[in-house]
């Protein structure tokens, strides 16, 4: 077993090039760089119009190679929910989008082994800070009212009935 090298990158989902960032950075590893690059497309194209972050780990002396895909941004995530470009400028008076409670416990799904959050409760309430933020509402309200309703125990039996189907 040879020495192991890793090169990670934020690529466009399914539609990764040979080009930089990439071809500079396998090249010199004599690997077949458009294997990869095929590779990388094939396990990303889910995530079609965001930004996903990879690695690619490649054993220097086989030229095998492995492809870890992460998930997207939450913020990505939620722009790809609603088909806009970006968040709002100013989240306070501009609000660029509404989703459902259901779109954001699907995108706290998504995310949730990588969230600081310990359950599934706590990572929607995550996510919605991030809505926040971002100038989108949840069910046509502030999200800071679903998050204070979820605290509330106001959304306690579909958030439970959603973890046991997960």
Sequence with gaps: MGEKKTVDALLPGGQATAGPPLGPA???LGVNVLAIVNKI???TKSFAGMKVPVKIT?????????VTVGTPTTSALIVSELGIKKGSGNPKDEKVGNLSLEQIIRISKVK????L???LKAAVKEVLGTCVSM???VDDKDPRKIQAEIAEGKHDASLVEKESNS
């Design 26 to 28: 396998l090249g010199p």
């Design 41 to 43: 497309n094939e396990v």
């Design 112 to 115: 949730h082994h990588e969230l």
């Design 117 to 119: 959050s310990r359950d």
């Design 58 to 66: 490649v054993d220097t002396e086989t030229k095998d190679f492995e």
């Design 135 to 137: 100038g989108v509402t």
